[in-house]
């Protein structure tokens, strides 16, 4: 009986092979790199020793401590208030530069773009402290306004909440830029020519065509945001000044400095969770806009 050759095995299964393999590195590092992690951080979440990684029983207790104590309440909506805020700025102010961007003709679009995006090029902690200069008691901010008599004492614009917004709505928006600017594909400058025709001035074009067409890529930048927020650790550090705790902060906190590791790992997957939750919403969203 002969062995069957490559040229006598089925195309759907000489494709699906290679398939496999073309997908085994990617699946690999995959699993290396998120998934066995993940499954570590899960089982440290029911650990009853504080050395989480070497084992040891399984309990609810620190689920229990995250949900019940209304101080991780708190946390949580700090947390989400920030990512809300955050977000919401930061397309809000995004949303102008990314369709200017998309829309123009001009031979200056690439530079244009680059120069839009090129924050990304400076680590955000240089960012963050360049805020903290900014927005500080003897800031620039504060400095100028007592310069010109308008106020007596510095305002409070660093070691809070508002500090911390500021900094992150400037240190994300050039990914809202970018995520809004592939979300544009849907505009189409025919509709707009049409609408104009029939009568329509340029704020019903925008209300009516350009803003609903454009939906998709705000809410996808709207997203990217949302998530790179909450998951903040250094510039809520920074510019809170101790003062803003978000689950970023606690999880550090637990991890590094009272070394509750099972807490740490409780925390993450309760971030995890809202993480799970905003993308659910958002893909909802998404099928509603496209039916």
């Known amino acids: 009986m002969s062995t069957p050759t490559l040229s006598s095995t089925p195309p759907k299964r000489r494709h699906r092979g290679l398939l496999l393999v ?16 993940m499954a570590w951080l899960f089982r440290a979440s029911f650990s009853d020793s504080v050395m989480a990684a070497f084992g040891g029983g399984w309990t609810l207790t620190h689920y229990l401590a ?9 946390v949580a ?14 397309v809000l102010l995004g949303y102008p530069i990314a369709l200017f961007l998309a829309r123009t003709q001009s031979r200056w679009r690439g530079v244009l773009t680059a120069l839009a995006v090129a924050p990304l090029l400076t680590s955000a902690v240089v960012r963050t402290y360049g805020w903290m200069v900014i927005l500080g008691d003897r800031g620039v901010v504060n400095g100028s306004l007592q310069a010109l008599s308008l106020i007596d ?19 994300l928006m050039p990914y809202a830029i970018l995520a809004m600017l592939a ?6 400058t025919q509709l ?3 609408a104009a025709m029939l009568g329509a001035n340029r704020l019903r074009v925008f209300w009516r065509i350009i803003l609903p067409l454009s939906l998709p890529g705000i809410l996808t930048g709207a997203l990217l945001v949302f998530v790179m927020a909450i998951s903040s650790f250094v510039t809520p550090r920074l510019m809170g000044g101790g003062r803003v705790f978000v689950l970023g902060t606690e999880v550090f906190n637990e991890a590094t ?6 807490l740490a790992a409780a925390l993450s997957i309760v971030l995890l969770v809202l993480f799970s939750s905003v993308i659910v919403i958002y893909q909802r969203a998404l099928r509603r806009l496209e039916e």
């Not at 004492?153 to 240190?171: C, D, H, Q």
Request: hydrophobic share 55%.
């Open 22 to 37: 073309l997908l085994a590195p990617g699946l690999l590092a995959l699993l290396a790199t998120f998934i066995l992690p």
């Open 66 to 74: 995250a949900v019940t104590d209304p101080f991780y309440w708190r």
């Open 77 to 90: 909506l700090n947390t989400l208030t920030l990512g809300v805020a955050v977000s919401f700025f930061a």
């Open 153 to 171: 004492t510095p305002l409070r614009l660093s070691n809070n909440s508002f500090g911390a917004t500021v900094a992150l709505v400037e240190i």
């Open 183 to 188: 979300g544009f594909g849907r505009l189409s």
């Open 192 to 194: 707009e020519e049409a």
């Open 257 to 262: 400095v009272t070394l509750n590791w099972p």
